[in-house]
């Protein structure tokens, strides 16, 4: 059952340029995503999040693009920093009673300096 | 920042035995969630948890698992008869409500059943 995708295990990018992650759903019954950053040992801290009343997010370095009819969406962080390396993980809630999310197995962004 | 807490960070327990996670969520949150990684894999939704009772459970969440929030402030996850495949970590997270607000998780527990 693999509601959200990434297919991307890895990303390495150098320090300044654009990191682009993606993630792919296929539960038309989404409506609010999320984009988590984790450190080894650590939880699954918040970045970003984008309704699907939107298209667009942008917190400072960091911008998400959701593309509803592509069941598509991205992750850009711009410029990257070497503190940005980390698993990347997209996840996807539907309307339910408690939201709960529905993870991709993340990307292991690596910047490299 | 406000933060959830888990305790222990990492447990080491015998097939068959009970244990127990413990999280405190952030005070002012209402939902309150388990999750687990089991190493390699996805991060998996157990279950929520909201007004001292169950809101949704996943097939993973058996009769073997329960939680409960025995004061105003902690949230327990019990394994009731661990397995070799409990081995995991396990995430405690909660949530302010169920409108589009992100789940703030713990740093989690690293369970090994040998």
């Known amino acids: 059952d693999q509601q959200v995708k990434q297919n991307s295990p890895s990303l390495s990018v150098q320090e300044g340029r654009i990191s682009i992650l993606n993630c792919d759903y296929t539960?038309?019954?989404?409506?609010?995503f999320l984009w988590y950053k984790k450190y080894p040992a650590e939880g699954p801290t918040f970045l970003i999040s984008?309704?699907?009343?939107?298209d667009k997010n942008e917190d400072g370095r960091f911008t998400v693009f959701l593309n509803k009819s592509a069941k598509h969406l991205s992750l850009h962080i711009v410029p990257s920093q070497p503190g940005d390396s980390a698993v990347y993980f997209c996840?996807?809630?539907?309307?339910?009673?408690?939201?709960?999310?529905?993870f991709g197995s993340g990307t292991q962004l690596t910047v490299l300096p | 920042e406000p933060e959830v807490t888990q305790t222990p960070s990492h447990q080491v327990t015998q097939m068959g035995q009970e244990v127990i996670l413990r999280c405190v969520p952030i005070?002012?949150?209402?939902?309150f969630y388990w999750y687990r990684q089991i190493l390699g894999q996805k991060v998996e939704f157990l279950v929520s948890f909201y007004n001292n009772e169950i809101s949704e459970k996943s097939e993973i969440f058996d009769d073997q698992f329960s939680v409960e929030r025995p004061d105003g402030s902690n949230f327990t996850l019990k394994i009731r008869s661990t397995k070799l495949e409990d081995s995991a970590m396990y995430f405690c997270a909660s949530s302010p409500w169920t409108g589009v607000s992100p789940l703030h998780f713990g740093n989690g527990t690293r369970l090994t059943v040998t």
């Open positions: 984008i309704s699907s009343i939107k």
């Open positions: 539960n038309s019954m989404f409506d609010y």
């Open positions: 996840a996807a809630s539907g309307s339910g009673s408690a939201r709960q999310l529905t």
């Open positions: 005070s002012n949150h209402l939902y």
